[in-house]
């Protein structure tokens, strides 16, 4: 059980294109962003940081560092949602990280 419960994403409009950054790269906000909104600044700070690991200029293949990620959060024992890996069938992603 979270110590902050997450807000709903209309309790800061002004971070509305923070969510749906992750809601395009992830296909969900996740709750941490959700409850990081208390303090703005830390939801663009980490906006910032995602977008710059994920940034698909990057030498790592970006289907790798979705995999890298989904691995580590099972080694963390961090459950993302039920069938968020991959998340859009089809995508760049999903075809390089599961082919």
Same mark, same amino acid.
């Not at 749906?20 to 959700?34: A, I, M, Y």
């Given at each position: ?20 950054? +992750?809601?395009?790269?992830? *296909? ?6 959700? $409850?990081? #909104?208390?303090?703005?600044? =830390? ?20 289907? +790798?560092?979705?995999?890298? *990620? ?6 963390? $024992?961090? #459950?993302?949602?039920?069938? =968020? ?15």
């Amino acid at each position: 059980m979270p110590r902050l419960q997450p807000l709903p994403p209309e309790t800061t409009p002004e971070l509305k294109d923070h969510f749906d950054f +992750f809601l395009g790269t992830l *296909g969900f906000t996740p709750n941490s962003v959700l $409850t990081m #909104q208390r303090k703005p600044k =830390l939801v663009r700070a980490f906006a910032q940081l995602n977008g710059a690991v994920m940034d698909p200029q990057g030498e790592v293949d970006l289907g +790798f560092r979705r995999l890298i *990620g989904h691995v580590v959060s099972k080694a963390s $024992t961090i #459950q993302p949602p039920s069938g =968020l890996w991959p998340r859009k069938r089809g995508s760049r992603c999903a075809q390089t990280a599961f082919a």
